[in-house]
């Protein structure tokens, strides 16, 4: 089976996402996204502190108060950024240096398969099977990725099938060919009547004179 464009481009996010990581080093890697959730909660705690100021400058209230979370948001996440920066470099020139590159390589191998797996995931949720490529159903990692993108939508919200989350999971699920025909009254919970029954009773006899 030749190799298809889906396989090379996977393979391509996979090494430049691992290659990107062993450049910043595992411990960059993992306090990006600590900036980011902290800047996220900080956003969260602080804004009414911030909103005053805001409205000082801004006389709609709603922009005032995305102003306020934004200028928040970008306060801490630069100065986490910028700490984060001098501890990852600081480790980088120690001795645990090359270790710390390592776990950023198999770090960033790890964050590029998620990627490639989300992507394949929402493309055959837009795209029916029968308007796919050739090249695409031919993929020889497409074995691979069909399963994993089922267990990545399991972990989802799906509980509700008349809800907006329930009702991209189970199209996700068609597409990933997992995917079931429910009959509308089945989905909704009705049972479907049957073939009426004739009267099978016996006529009574009529009344003697």
């Known amino acids: 089976m030749p190799v298809s464009p889906l396989d090379l481009a996977v393979l391509a996010i996979v ?3 691992a290659f990107l ?5 595992f411990t960059r890697e993992v306090l990006a996204i600590v900036s980011w959730v902290a ?3 900080a956003a969260y705690l ?3 502190q911030a909103l005053p100021y805001a409205k000082q400058y801004i006389s709609n ?10 200028v928040v948001f970008l306060v801490t996440l630069i100065i986490v950024a910028l700490l984060t ?4 470099d600081f480790i980088l020139d120690s001795r645990i240096g090359p270790l710390d590159r390592s776990l950023g390589f198999l770090f960033g191998a790890a964050r590029g398969a998620l990627i490639a797996l989300v992507a394949f995931a929402f493309f055959v949720w837009l795209v029916p099977e029968k308007n796919q490529p050739v090249w695409m159903k031919d993929s020889r990692v497409r074995p691979l990725l069909e399963p994993a993108g ?3 939508v399991g972990l989802l919200q799906c509980e509700d099938p008349a809800s907006a989350m329930g009702r991209v999971c189970a199209a996700m699920m068609k597409g990933l060919g997992k ?3 429910v009959d509308a009254a089945d989905a909704s919970g009705a049972a479907t009547p049957g073939p009426a029954e004739p009267d099978t009773a016996a006529p009574k006899p009529a009344a003697k004179p």
Do not use: D, M, N
């Open 39 to 41: 800047a996220a909660v």
């Open 61 to 70: 209230s709603t922009i005032a108060l995305i102003a306020a979370i934004a």
């Open 46 to 48: 602080l804004y009414p």
């Open 150 to 152: 089922e267990s990545l």
């Open 85 to 88: 920066v001098k501890i990852s």
């Open 179 to 181: 995917g079931e025909k």
């Open 15 to 17: 090494l430049i996402s």
């Open 21 to 25: 990581a062993s450049v910043r080093g």
